[in-house]
């Protein structure tokens, strides 16, 4: 084997030139696509991170049928306090969340006594919304990082547009359930920045101030949001989820409640989805690069030695081990532009975490990037590369393995 | 491996050539390279083959060596029946029996002149370490080339490539060694030391040396020489007697 | 030729003198519903698509061109509520906040098809043009343009009785005609005082399908009252003018 290598690298050092390029070219391949999967990667995360902590959660949990009238907020489409307990007991029992939080949607007009406009608003338990929305906190632009009972936080746009500020006191009227209409003084604690996609713009309010002035008699839920301690389990949780609550059924057998992920709510999923979509080509792009300048070499490389192939073939060097020899210079070509390509690559993504680098997304200014690349993710394009190296060199090293060795001899 | 074990009898001869015949296409056209030839070579000979480009001198040495296989008739090298091998099998048998000189010396390039003789003990047979250096080295001296040792065959003179090309031919302690045309790219002094290189070997190891030529003056060299024409074997002569080492 | 044309100019003239005058007729009309100013007794009910039926008691009260306020008295969760109408500005107080709070017309405060311009209306003269008046059988057809923009429909489609001189059908348009609600009056009812007038207008609305609202007149008196009374600061005691 050492042997093989020995000779591959000698041969290899033959065409210095050749050998630089083509290891030259799978090297700034594999550059790329490094800094690209750790750029878009990070991107990606903190994006992803950004809408779930900072609004939606990882999951939510509705009564069935209220996602699709999300829009209107409907009050009679909330979970009654007897199915929230089912829900919240089940919860409470699953070790993956870290912390869930019950909300109550509803729409209101938010009046400065002087104008008034309208407001979507969210009651919560401050302490539970906050282990859920980790990032909520982060959005408080002014005022307290908190929520007390008589308190609102409103959004940012509501703050400039009507030109209220934290300490000011307002009115949020709304209509119930039954159609009677309520209204309630709130003091402005906090302003809000938004966030992207649903629920970005709503306003915070503690729960039981909700319930009054919704004049709800007993508790009713809108939303139930989720935060899991790891988040890459999301998808198996949501299933996990779905299995245990589609067992329970109403009167009608119907099922109660309605599970969504986070990638069924916001939009940006498909903007996450897009990313792994260009990583997935660019790898492609880089198997396509290293295939064709491997296989490209490879032929060359054995075509100018035809009659070289004949001699060792005619002094008894059996089929196979032609082949591994051409395979082993494939390889080594391969993993000389693997090695320099980590090595480079790695070090481009270490000077751009030093150099802190800062992007807006949305309404959200100045978030700094943080290149991150998995070690795995370093392995996998690695022996993707490599193993391309040798698949592409296998046709030629196959055609120098059965050459015939009086052709071969007799070639110039 | 399903080598043929050769029986007690024929193992006098090296080389036992019945009606061999060779055909070829061109073509359309079917040639006959080779018209029934036969002839047994013994252990050890100094044999050349002679005649006039086209006579069917390399197609022989093609088959003697099985890199290529007779149309018709049979054809036992070291006592074994080369026909029936397959080419995994002919190249083992290559490897362990045969050692081969070419005309235009085919070393490899990126290999030193110690490194090229080395390669059959290492990529062809599988011989330890100490014991391969000392087979090389055995052989550098005895081809005058041990001070090249660590030069790279673009570093060294033609004549001085076929002695390293005798050498590996020999490394593997062959029962034969074929050389064909192995003079052609040679200067006559060069040549003729050449083959007095070859004709040591022979003393030494006892292999026997198969050679051919178109060369009148190369040929004198030979012990035993076999005329070729038109694929014919026209004739057979031989010199004094053989030297027994 | 002269006389000719003398002819045909005395008949342009003419015409216009048989005419209806169509701002003089809504002006009727406006008289016939209500006095400029007087106090009101309503019941309002929303019916929704399930059947199910909200009812609201709602005591109001006019002065001049554009006064209005008025006030819940049942049920228990919306006693206390009042409404103010000033022109074109609208409050709403809930005894709740304390201080009441600019609303638009549009906006609906007790939800159904009637809306707060609906509930606290102006004379229709007050707010509209008449671009054109025909006779149709027993029936006046107006169709009214807004004065401004601030008017909560741009355009109204009226039928009235021609005897009477009520509306039968009002059709509520936005500029480009667009339907957005349809006002049946209903009936007629004596209330005293020389007040002869529909007791109830039902509306629906082809944007809220399967809703509909109904306006029940229970009392309606002239009277007057001080400026005072439509002020902000009056709009927690209006339910003292009971």
């Known amino acids: 084997m050492g042997n093989l290598f020995k000779i591959a690298i000698r041969n290899l050092s033959r065409y210095k030139r050749r050998t630089l390029l083509t290891a030259s070219l799978i090297t700034i391949g594999v550059v790329f696509v490094l800094v690209f999967i750790s750029i878009s990667g990070s991107f990606k995360n903190m994006m992803i991170a950004q809408v779930t902590d900072a609004s939606l959660g990882h999951l939510q949990v509705h009564r069935k049928g209220y996602m699709a009238a999300i829009d209107s907020l409907p009050l009679n489409m909330n979970l009654r306090l007897q199915a929230y307990k089912k829900l919240e007991n089940l919860l409470k029992s699953q070790p993956e969340i870290e912390a869930f ?120 839920i809108s939303e139930v949001a989720i935060h899991l301690k790891d988040f890459s389990k999301e998808a198996a ?101 693997v090695i320099i390509g980590n090595i480079i690559g790695l070090g481009i993504i270490l000077i751009l975490n030093l150099s802190g680098l800062s992007f807006d997304f949305g309404r959200q200014k100045g978030l700094i990037l943080k290149a991150t690349i998995a070690p795995v993710d370093v392995l996998i394009v690695s022996g993707i590369v490599i193993l391309i190296s040798v698949l592409a060199s296998l046709q030629p090293a196959l055609k120098a393995s059965r050459m015939e060795p009086i052709k071969a001899l007799r070639h110039v | 491996m399903g080598l043929v074990v050769a029986e007690n009898i024929t193992k006098i001869y090296s080389v036992v050539a019945t009606k061999v015949s060779k055909d070829y296409t061109a073509g359309e056209i079917a040639i006959r390279a080779l018209k029934e030839v036969s002839f047994e070579i013994e252990p050890a000979s100094f044999v050349s ?83 391969r250096k000392k087979r090389v080295l055995k052989l550098l001296e005895a081809v005058g080339m041990i001070e090249q040792k660590d030069k790279y065959p673009d570093q060294i003179s033609g004549g001085q490539k076929q002695r390293v090309a005798i050498a590996r031919a020999l490394v593997t302690n062959p029962k034969l060694v074929l050389a064909d045309e192995p003079t052609a790219n040679l ?59 | 030729m002269k006389k000719i044309l003398i002819c ?172 957005i609600k349809t006002l049946y009056f209903k009936e007629v009812k004596d209330f005293g005082g020389g007040i002869v007038r529909p007791s109830v207008i039902e509306t629906e609305s082809p944007l809220y399908k399967g809703y509909k609202s109904i306006m029940i007149f229970a009392k309606i008196k002239q009277k007057d009252f001080k400026d005072e009374v439509f002020t902000l600061t009056f709009m927690p005691s209006i339910e003292s003018l009971r």
Request: with cysteine; net charge neutral; charged share 25%.
């Open chain 1, 101 to 220: 939080s019950p909300r109550i949607k509803f729409g209101g007009m938010f009046s400065t006594f002087v104008e008034t406009t309208s407001i979507r608003l969210n009651g919560v338990y401050p302490d539970q919304e906050f282990k859920t929305v980790p990032l909520l906190p982060s959005r408080i632009i002014k005022g307290e990082k908190s929520l007390n009972k008589g308190e609102i936080m409103i959004p940012e746009l509501l703050s400039i547009g009507m030109g209220v500020k934290p300490g000011d006191i307002i009115v949020i009227v709304t209509t119930n359930k039954d159609s009677s209409v309520n209204g309630k003084k709130f003091k402005v604690s906090g302003v809000l920045e938004s966030a992207q996609g649903l629920g970005g713009r709503d306003g915070y309010v503690h729960i039981e101030d909700a319930m009054e002035v919704l004049r709800m008699e007993e508790m009713e």
């Open chain 1, 237 to 337: 949780f949501t299933e996990k989820l779905e299995g245990l609550l589609e067992k329970e059924v109403n009167q009608k057998g119907k099922p109660i409640y309605e599970v969504h992920p986070w990638e069924k709510i916001s939009p940006f999923y498909n903007i996450a989805r897009m990313i792994d979509v260009m990583t997935i080509s660019i790898k492609i792009m880089l198997i396509a690069v290293v295939l064709i300048s491997i296989m490209n070499v490879m032929i060359m490389a054995v075509y100018e030695r035809i009659r070289e192939i004949g001699t060792i073939a005619a002094i008894g060097t059996l089929p196979r081990k032609i082949l591994a020899m051409f395979m082993m210079e494939g390889f080594s070509l391969g993993a000389l532009g």
């Open chain 2, 49 to 131: 083959f002679v005649g006039p480009s086209g006579s069917g001198k390399t197609t022989l040495l093609n088959l003697i060596g099985c890199l290529d296989k007779p149309t018709e008739g049979s054809l036992r090298v070291a006592g074994t029946d080369v026909l029936h091998l397959d080419r995994n099998q002919s190249a083992s048998f290559r490897g362990d029996n045969i050692g081969f000189i070419f005309q235009d010396f085919n070393l490899i390039p990126v290999l030193t002149v110690f490194e090229n003789i080395e390669y059959p003990l290492l990529m062809v047979q599988k011989i330890p370490g100490g014991e």
């Open chain 2, 187 to 245: 200067d006559h002094k060069t040549a003729f030391l050449v083959l007095e290189s070859m004709k040591k070997m022979r003393n030494e190891f006892q292999t026997t040396f198969i050679f051919s030529t178109h060369d009148q003056k190369i040929v004198g060299e030979a012990e035993i020489i076999y005329s070729l024409e038109d694929g014919e074997l026209v004739g057979k002569q031989a010199k004094g007697g053989k030297k027994n080492g």
């Open chain 3, 8 to 179: 045909l100019f005395a008949l342009f003239i003419a015409v216009p003198a048989y005419a209806i005058d169509g701002t003089q007729l809504l002006k009727q009309i406006d008289r016939n519903l209500n006095p400029e100013s007087y106090e009101m007794y309503r019941k309002l009910i929303n019916v929704e698509p399930n059947g199910r039926k909200m009812e609201y008691t709602f005591f109001s009260v006019k002065k001049g061109l554009d006064k209005l306020a008025g006030v819940f008295l049942a049920p228990a969760s919306e006693k206390g509520r009042s409404t103010l109408r000033l022109g074109d500005n609208m409050w709403l107080y809930i005894p709740n906040v304390g201080k009441p709070i600019r609303i638009t017309s549009l906006q609906s405060v007790i939800g159904g098809v009637f809306n707060n311009a609906d509930i606290l209306s102006l004379d229709y003269a007050a707010e509209y043009n008449v671009e054109k008046v025909e006779e149709k059988g027993n029936e006046y057809f107006l169709q009214l343009k807004a004065k401004t923009k601030m008017v909560a429909y741009d355009r109204l489609n009226l039928w009235a009785d021609k005897n009477r001189k009520l509306p039968t059908k009002i059709e509520c348009l936005t500029e480009a005609s667009m339907l």
